[in-house]
């Protein structure tokens, strides 16, 4: 039904004490006002350099994968365009197992420019369409004219589409939380597996993704948090 659909429609000062005796109570005052903003600062910086990489899971009937998305926040419509993957799969099913190499390329859809339709970009050796399309809200829309209904996921119903070493690839998209969540097909060079290989059918899987946190940002909020308490210790010592 992916592969049909796609085919048949080609449509991101320093606090200075007094000099009286309220002197110390008042800065202890202001330096606890400054604790929300700094760590609000320090927690958006951390937040804010995490946002282009996600850890991710996918797993059921069979299937178990994990690794990392990298995504820059170049998609239409509200979407990241994964630029990057890494990690290891394994299909129980076709009894093979590899490392995830990286992406299979799809260049940017072409969109009609008034609303969120348009034809699947890429195909796979095996026939499946593709756009490499990410929503970290999981509020995907409708992208294909002739299957309005399927929205919501990470992933449109074109979908993500990885390399698995040993000449395998995967095709992993969403019919949207309410028909199914999401869907991976798998093939051997370029032949679909026997499971899945009619149109419309795939392996039911569950998916899952978070934020990475850089080991940088993850630094500069521990080294803020320990200058905030050295900070308190002497002004309380004060």
Same mark, same amino acid.
């Given at each position: 039904? *992916?592969?049909?659909?796609? *085919?048949? !429609?080609?449509? !991101?000062?320093? =606090?200075?004490? &007094?000099?009286?005796?309220?002197?110390?109570?008042?800065?202890?005052?202001?330096?606890?006002?400054?604790?929300?903003?700094?760590?609000? #600062?320090?927690?958006?910086?951390?937040?804010?350099?995490?946002?282009?990489?996600?850890?991710?899971?996918?797993?059921?009937?069979?299937?178990?994968?994990?690794?990392?998305?990298?995504?820059? $926040?170049?998609?239409? @419509?509200?979407?990241?365009?994964?630029?990057?993957?890494?990690? $290891?799969? *394994?299909?129980? %099913?076709?009894? @093979?197992?590899? +490392?995830?190499?990286?992406? %299979?390329?799809?260049?940017?859809?072409?969109?009609?420019?008034?609303?969120? @339709? /348009?034809? +699947?970009?890429? /195909?796979?050796?095996?026939? /499946?369409?593709?756009? $490499?399309?990410?929503?970290?809200?999981?509020?995907?829309?409708?992208?294909?004219?002739?299957?309005?209904? /399927?929205?919501?996921?990470?992933?449109?119903?074109?979908?993500?589409?990885?390399?698995?070493? &040993?000449?395998?690839?995967?095709?992993?998209?969403? $019919? #949207?939380?309410?028909?199914?969540?999401?869907?991976? %097909?798998?093939? =051997? %060079?370029?032949?679909?597996?026997?499971?899945?290989?009619?149109?419309?059918?795939?392996?039911?899987?569950?998916?899952?993704?978070?934020?990475?946190?850089?080991?940088?940002? =993850?630094?500069?909020? #521990?080294? #803020?948090?320990?200058?905030?308490?050295?900070?308190?210790?002497? *002004?309380?010592?004060?």
């Amino acid at each position: 039904m *992916k592969t049909l659909f796609s *085919k048949r !429609f080609p449509l !991101f000062a320093r =606090l200075k004490s &007094g000099t009286h005796a309220a002197g110390p109570r008042k800065s202890r005052g202001l330096t606890l006002l400054a604790i929300p903003p700094l760590m609000a #600062g320090m927690l958006c910086v951390t937040s804010s350099a995490r946002a282009s990489d996600y850890d991710f899971s996918i797993s059921g009937s069979g299937i178990v994968a994990s690794g990392t998305l990298q995504v820059s $926040n170049t998609g239409p @419509f509200g979407a990241s365009t994964v630029t990057g993957i890494s990690g $290891n799969f *394994k299909d129980s %099913n076709d009894n @093979f197992s590899g +490392a995830i190499t990286g992406l %299979n390329f799809a260049s940017a859809p072409v969109t009609d420019g008034t609303d969120t @339709f /348009f034809s +699947a970009p890429a /195909f796979t050796a095996a026939g /499946f369409s593709y756009d $490499n399309l990410f929503w970290s809200g999981g509020n995907s829309p409708a992208v294909c004219l002739d299957a309005p209904i /399927f929205s919501g996921g990470d992933f449109d119903i074109y979908g993500l589409s990885f390399i698995i070493a &040993g000449g395998y690839a995967a095709d992993l998209w969403s $019919n #949207g939380p309410g028909l199914g969540g999401y869907q991976l %097909n798998d093939s =051997l %060079n370029g032949a679909p597996f026997v499971t899945p290989n009619q149109d419309g059918l795939a392996y039911s899987v569950n998916f899952a993704a978070a934020p990475t946190p850089e080991p940088s940002s =993850l630094l500069l909020l #521990g080294s #803020g948090m320990t200058g905030l308490f050295t900070l308190l210790r002497r *002004k309380r010592t004060a």
